[in-house]
């Protein structure tokens, strides 16, 4: 539907980014992906004296990639006159060659969103082909049609009619690299997931179950068996063991990672970390062997890391689970008991935060994993959820404060959210909290050091104090960047706030630059007059701030957090974790909210280092269908 005709149209050029590796960024081949996908006709294809439905070809791919647009369009505030509603239609174009565009779809291939249709197994994308989307394909789609409200009608019965991943894994990555950034906290969650809560043994009646149920027990972790040995004794039982090439399948179809490569090196931080190890390798002596490694340092006297660990990518490399992996994934717990969160063990990650190239000559530090938790019963998600939660145990209806307060504190609901804020137009609100909250704890590190320093900016100054000056001037930078983004009148995310507070924030910033510059404040604070403020002005500042914080808090939890837990993006979320108890957010330490906010300023430390972790999405329709599917009962296959 072409664009309203007020709408201005915005138009930008960008280079698709690609990795050493060659290959375009993760992010930018979802976007592509999922483009592409909207803008095909998946219908019903024959080859080999076959036909495959909701599904497309090489000519179709290639026509389409050669040409495609895509359009989205945001309604939100006039910049110039905030009072008035306008909608900015952003076209987006790809065009390539029909080599470029095999060479896209054999990323796709690589990071398993599709698959050839007549041969599943292959790794290549062919010239001609029929290929169809995969279930990890189908849930990075609904992602991207759901953040871009895209109705996609004629996608329905590809989403009705296939399975879709109903739990993916994303890992953090490295912006200047797209590296994944591999930490205790990062390879956690991932082991947790790659196992599962329990030793996944499938069942002897999996041959007989529908598609849809062989993806659900496949989702439950990668698939275990026991492998005997002759021993000098007799057979030797290896217990919870896998396949090489089983366990690459596993990672590429469950997790971010974007191909074998990627999910290899993964699979080598395992064996680095001591959680997986090599059982056997009867491959012949003419087979070709490609092995894996990654390196690192290794941990304390205690510690199961190693320096450097491999993972043989073979189709005879059997491994199994150590004691150390079955402790890190709780397969021996009572149900119900879970590490406190204070304990060394979940928290493991603040002691040994790392930033790991992963790559084969990588090295980095990584400190010792302790192994002394106690184990308690963590309160789960779904009882912070519900409106009966209360820590000690006593008659009490949680307020819709009480859920934003826990909502803030969750990466991953406060990124769903966001994209609920932004959906309304107020996603400014949240901005400004987080803003906010970020600037205090670093002004609390540095400025009020600097108000308590006798000597002032004009005497001579050590390095360290030198350092916290020029740390306490980018604070005051920040203080007035936040100003001037959600305060300052017609700003870019002006905030619906106080007529009261607004009047007393203009009337002070009025008087205190009329008094260090003589001139009158017109609304906006410039660099220069910015850099006058002293640390107990900043402090003022501060308070005014927090008010406002405490008024924006309020609005969203009387008016946004009502709506948002009704929302079928939240209850689909929901129905997992009661189904699980506490679901993945309590299985997978999730990125750090306060990562990128320094502890110390920049210049009085030796390094800083990047902090990886884990999020985990959820599909709404995944959910769904898993309810409406009956499961063969037990008791027909004893």
Same mark, same amino acid.
């Given at each position: 539907?072409?664009?309203?005709?007020?709408?201005?149209?915005?138009?930008?050029?960008?280079?698709?980014?690609?990795?050493?590796?060659?290959?375009?960024?993760?992010?930018?081949?979802?976007?592509?992906?999922?483009?592409?996908?909207?803008?095909?006709?998946?219908?019903?294809?024959?080859?080999?004296?076959?036909?495959?439905?909701?599904?497309?070809?090489?000519?179709?791919?290639?026509?389409?990639?050669?040409?495609?647009?895509?359009?989205?369009?945001?309604?939100?505030?006039?910049?110039?006159?905030?009072? /008035?509603?306008?909608?900015?239609?952003?076209?987006?174009?790809?065009?390539?060659?029909?080599?470029?565009?095999?060479?896209?779809?054999?990323?796709?291939?690589?990071?398993?969103?599709?698959?050839?249709?007549?041969?599943?197994?292959?790794?290549?994308?062919?010239?001609?082909?029929? =290929?169809?989307?995969?279930?990890?394909?189908?849930?990075?789609?609904?992602?991207?049609?759901?953040?871009?409200?895209?109705?996609?009608?004629?996608?329905?019965?590809?989403?009705?009619?296939?399975?879709?991943?109903?739990?993916?894994?994303?890992?953090?990555?490295?912006?200047?690299?797209?590296?994944?950034?591999?930490?205790?906290?990062?390879?956690?969650?991932?082991?947790?997931?790659?196992?599962?809560?329990?030793?996944?043994?499938?069942?002897?009646?999996?041959?007989?179950?529908?598609?849809?149920?062989?993806?659900?027990?496949?989702?439950?972790?990668?698939?275990?068996?026991?492998?005997?040995?002759?021993?000098?004794?007799?057979?030797?039982?290896?217990?919870?063991?896998?396949?090489?090439?089983?366990?690459?399948?596993?990672?590429?179809?469950?997790?971010?990672?974007?191909?074998?490569?990627?999910?290899?090196?993964?699979?080598?931080?395992?064996? /680095?970390?001591?959680?997986?190890?090599?059982?056997?390798?009867?491959?012949?002596?003419?087979?070709?062997?490609?092995?894996?490694?990654? /390196?690192?340092?290794?941990?304390?006297?205690?510690?199961?890391?190693?320096?450097?660990?491999?993972?043989?990518?073979?189709?005879?490399?059997?491994?199994?689970?150590?004691?150390?992996?079955?402790?890190?994934?709780?397969?021996?717990?009572?149900?119900?008991?879970?590490?406190?969160?204070?304990?060394?063990?979940?928290?493991?990650?603040?002691?040994?935060?790392?930033?790991?190239?992963?790559?084969?000559?990588?090295?980095?530090?990584?400190?010792?994993?302790?192994?002394?938790?106690?184990?308690?019963?963590?309160?789960?998600?779904?009882?912070?959820?519900?409106?009966? =939660?209360?820590?000690?145990?006593?008659?009490?209806?949680?307020?819709?404060?009480?859920?934003?307060?826990?909502?803030?504190?969750?990466?991953?609901?406060?990124?769903?959210?966001?994209?609920?804020?932004?959906?309304?137009?107020?996603?400014?609100?949240?901005?400004?909290?987080?803003?906010?909250?970020?600037?205090?704890?670093?002004?609390?590190?540095?400025?009020?050091?600097?108000?308590?320093?006798?000597?002032?900016?004009?005497?001579?100054?050590?390095?360290?104090?030198?350092?916290?000056?020029?740390?306490?001037?980018?604070?005051?930078?920040?203080?007035?960047?936040?100003?001037?983004? =959600?305060?300052?009148?017609?700003?870019?995310?002006?905030?619906?706030?106080?007529?009261?507070? /607004?009047?007393?924030?203009?009337?002070?910033?009025?008087?205190?630059?009329?008094?260090?510059?003589?001139?009158?404040?017109?609304?906006?604070?410039?660099?220069?007059?910015?850099?006058?403020?002293?640390?107990?002005?900043?402090?003022?500042?501060?308070?005014? =701030?927090?008010?406002?914080?405490?008024?924006?808090?309020?609005?969203?939890?009387?008016?946004?957090?009502?709506?948002?837990?009704?929302?079928?993006?939240?209850?689909?979320?929901?129905?997992?974790?009661?189904?699980?108890?506490?679901?993945?957010?309590?299985?997978?330490?999730?990125?750090?909210?306060?990562?990128?906010?320094?502890?110390?300023?920049?210049?009085?430390?030796?390094?800083?280092?990047?902090?990886?972790?884990?999020?985990?999405?959820?599909?709404?329709?995944?959910?769904?269908?898993?309810?409406?599917?009956?499961?063969?009962?037990?008791?027909?296959?004893?």
């Amino acid at each position: 539907m072409p664009p309203p005709a007020e709408a201005p149209q915005a138009t930008s050029s960008h280079m698709m980014k690609t990795t050493k590796r060659g290959r375009p960024f993760l992010k930018d081949t979802l976007d592509l992906f999922a483009t592409l996908v909207v803008s095909l006709e998946l219908t019903t294809n024959r080859q080999y004296f076959r036909t495959f439905p909701n599904s497309f070809t090489t000519d179709d791919a290639a026509r389409n990639l050669a040409s495609l647009k895509f359009s989205q369009s945001n309604r939100g505030p006039d910049p110039r006159e905030p009072s /008035r509603i306008v909608t900015t239609t952003t076209t987006t174009t790809f065009s390539m060659t029909r080599d470029m565009a095999k060479a896209m779809c054999q990323q796709f291939m690589d990071a398993r969103l599709i698959e050839n249709a007549a041969d599943p197994g292959s790794n290549l994308f062919k010239e001609r082909g029929v =290929y169809v989307l995969t279930p990890k394909g189908l849930h990075v789609l609904e992602r991207f049609m759901s953040k871009n409200g895209i109705n996609g009608d004629h996608l329905a019965r590809v989403f009705s009619s296939q399975p879709i991943c109903m739990k993916l894994l994303h890992l953090e990555r490295r912006s200047v690299d797209d590296e994944i950034i591999v930490s205790h906290s990062a390879i956690t969650a991932l082991f947790r997931r790659f196992v599962g809560r329990q030793p996944n043994y499938p069942p002897e009646y999996m041959e007989t179950m529908d598609a849809f149920q062989k993806y659900h027990e496949r989702s439950k972790g990668v698939a275990l068996m026991d492998v005997s040995e002759k021993g000098a004794k007799g057979p030797v039982v290896h217990k919870h063991c896998f396949a090489a090439v089983t366990a690459l399948e596993w990672l590429c179809d469950f997790t971010s990672v974007i191909g074998r490569e990627e999910a290899a090196e993964m699979a080598a931080q395992f064996v /680095r970390f001591g959680l997986i190890t090599l059982v056997s390798d009867k491959r012949k002596n003419n087979d070709s062997a490609i092995i894996f490694t990654v /390196r690192g340092a290794a941990g304390g006297a205690n510690s199961s890391i190693s320096q450097h660990g491999e993972f043989r990518c073979t189709a005879k490399a059997i491994y199994r689970v150590t004691d150390e992996g079955r402790r890190l994934a709780r397969w021996d717990m009572p149900d119900g008991a879970r590490p406190s969160p204070n304990s060394s063990a979940a928290n493991v990650s603040n002691a040994a935060r790392t930033s790991e190239d992963h790559s084969v000559d990588a090295s980095t530090a990584e400190g010792a994993a302790s192994t002394d938790a106690k184990i308690h019963r963590r309160i789960s998600m779904t009882e912070k959820l519900n409106a009966s =939660y209360d820590p000690e145990k006593k008659a009490h209806k949680e307020s819709n404060t009480d859920r934003l307060k826990f909502i803030m504190e969750e990466p991953q609901l406060r990124a769903l959210f966001r994209d609920f804020l932004r959906s309304n137009f107020c996603e400014e609100n949240l901005s400004f909290y987080l803003d906010v909250q970020d600037f205090k704890k670093s002004f609390s590190t540095t400025s009020s050091a600097i108000a308590a320093n006798p000597a002032g900016r004009g005497a001579k100054s050590t390095p360290g104090q030198l350092a916290m000056e020029k740390h306490h001037e980018a604070l005051i930078q920040k203080a007035f960047v936040i100003y001037n983004t =959600y305060l300052a009148p017609s700003s870019q995310s002006e905030l619906n706030i106080d007529h009261g507070l /607004r009047n007393e924030l203009s009337g002070y910033l009025s008087d205190v630059i009329q008094s260090l510059t003589g001139k009158t404040f017109q609304g906006r604070v410039e660099l220069e007059q910015a850099n006058a403020f002293n640390a107990t002005q900043l402090q003022t500042m501060i308070r005014l =701030y927090e008010r406002i914080q405490t008024h924006v808090f309020r609005l969203m939890a009387t008016d946004s957090v009502p709506k948002f837990i009704k929302t079928p993006r939240f209850l689909a979320l929901k129905i997992k974790l009661v189904e699980e108890d506490d679901g993945p957010l309590a299985d997978f330490p999730l990125m750090n909210s306060s990562a990128s906010t320094p502890t110390v300023p920049p210049g009085l430390e030796a390094s800083e280092e990047e902090v990886g972790g884990a999020y985990v999405t959820i599909s709404q329709r995944a959910v769904t269908q898993e309810r409406t599917q009956e499961r063969p009962p037990a008791t027909e296959h004893r």
